[in-house]
């Protein structure tokens, strides 16, 4: 990955972070799983790196523009930097393997991967929720078509009638008012496993769905962040010094996992969304300080739209909530055919930057569901084979 450029920290700030911030009497203390000689030396250089790695990811994203927070470019680098995490986090636990099983690192290591479960629940809701951008697209670019004709100096009042129905269709949907679009997202039985052929195979093929297959109408996105949110507790200096820093990397990458849960939740519309989780980024940890930006940054990006029922904080979103605003106040407003010349060019100039909406949800949308995809399948394959190490130390 890129260097963070202009900034350097010493290896020592790293180490030190790692192993925990105590007294001399902690660090004095024998460690169960003691290294020593080069092989020490290597072992904390890779922690060190692992927490670097963490730093120089999120201190790169919440360096964002305002422009560019939470766009869907931005998601896809959040979800990027996640991946790149974990990779590293996969690495330790197996260079470590015969640790795993050993009190208290196994209990940290076990409530990780209870963790995940609920992660893929989350990320399957995020997944619904690309789907319900999709279809608003879908509406946007009836809207955009009506007035899409060979002479653009020429609108009669059928385009206006087509428009002004797409428009309130949308409105409908994104009320949560239209039975059709609550059916279609209050299934969760779609995953981010092997693809089904055919209609006849949806239902047989079980091992294609993830373990996270069903949620009810009563799961919530915001209980669900809360209570992995509850159980990311900083391990105690006598809990790091045992494991040697180990429970500190276990712990940062639980809070890497919830933040970045709880900044798609924020984005992207899902089932009982909510933004106030009660939860606090640890200064303790060199991290701790792009987190606790980006989560200021986050929060205050919600309190500047003034929207307490907002369906996401994604910036195509916003954008075209503004656009079908000035668009339906613009549709409502003409009364009269044909237009005058004013009219016309206010409509084109509406109508163009809705277009603009639309090609961003139509290049964007699909790489995101990309990368999400994958980092489900990474969550799945890093719980699956972290669970196999515990198995083979513990038999």
Same mark, same amino acid.
């Given at each position: 990955?890129?260097?963070?450029?202009?900034?350097?920290?010493?290896?020592?700030?790293?180490?030190?972070?790692?192993?925990? @911030?105590?007294? %001399?009497?902690?660090?004095? &203390? @024998?460690?169960? /799983?003691?290294?020593?000689? %080069?092989?020490?030396?290597?072992?904390? #250089? =890779?922690?060190?790196?692992?927490?670097? &790695?963490?730093?120089? =990811?999120?201190?790169?994203?919440?360096?964002?523009?305002? *422009? *560019?927070l939470l766009s869907l470019d931005w998601i896809i680098k959040l979800l990027d930097a996640f991946a790149a995490c974990q990779e590293d986090f996969k690495l330790i636990l197996s260079k470590n393997e015969s640790n795993l099983s050993k009190p208290p690192l196994d209990r940290f290591v076990a409530d990780y991967f209870d963790r995940s479960i609920r992660a893929l629940d989350i990320c399957n809701a995020v997944r619904d929720g690309i789907e319900k951008i999709r279809l608003w697209h879908r509406h946007l670019e009836i809207v955009s078509n009506a007035f899409d004709s060979k002479s653009?100096?020429? /609108?009669?009042?059928? =385009?206006f009638r087509r428009a002004r129905k797409a428009l309130t269709d949308l409105a409908i949907i994104m009320l949560g008012d239209s039975k059709e679009s609550a059916s279609l997202f209050s299934q969760r039985n779609r995953s981010f496993g092997r693809p089904n052929k055919g209609k006849d195979n949806q239902q047989k093929q079980g091992h294609s769905r993830s373990l996270s297959w069903s949620v009810p109408n009563s799961w919530s996105a915001s209980k669900q962040l809360q209570l992995i949110a509850n159980g990311l507790i900083p391990p105690k200096p006598h809990e790091v010094s045992s494991t040697n820093g180990l429970a500190n990397?276990?712990?940062? /990458?639980?809070?890497?996992?919830?933040?970045? $849960?709880?900044? $798609?939740?924020?984005? @992207?519309? #899902?089932?009982?969304?909510? $933004?106030? @989780?009660?939860?606090?980024?640890?200064? =303790?940890?060199?991290?701790?300080?792009? $987190?606790n930006l980006l989560h200021i940054r986050i929060m205050d990006e919600s309190k500047k739209r003034e929207r307490k029922n907002s369906v996401g904080l994604l910036k195509e979103i916003y954008q075209m909530e503004k656009s079908v605003n000035l668009v339906t106040d613009l549709v409502d407003s003409v009364n009269h055919f044909p237009l005058t010349e004013e009219q016309k060019v206010e409509v084109q100039a509406h109508v163009q930057e809705m277009f603009h909406v639309c090609n961003l949800f139509k290049n964007g949308l699909d790489p995101f569901e990309r990368q999400l995809r994958d980092v489900f399948r990474k969550i799945m394959s890093c719980r699956t084979e972290g669970l196999e190490l515990l198995g083979r130390t513990q038999s």
């Open positions: 990955m890129p260097s963070t450029s202009g900034y350097t920290m010493p290896f020592g700030t790293f180490r030190r972070s790692i192993m925990g @911030i105590g007294n %001399d009497h902690n660090h004095n &203390q @024998i460690h169960s /799983m003691d290294v020593s000689g %080069d092989s020490g030396s290597d072992y904390h #250089c =890779q922690l060190g790196s692992f927490e670097h &790695q963490v730093f120089r =990811q999120f201190r790169t994203l919440s360096a964002a523009s305002a *422009d *560019d653009r100096n020429v /609108m009669v009042e059928g =385009q990397v276990v712990y940062t /990458m639980g809070f890497v996992l919830m933040f970045v $849960l709880w900044a $798609l939740v924020a984005a @992207i519309p #899902c089932q009982d969304r909510n $933004l106030q @989780i009660h939860f606090s980024v640890p200064r =303790q940890f060199s991290w701790g300080t792009p $987190l």
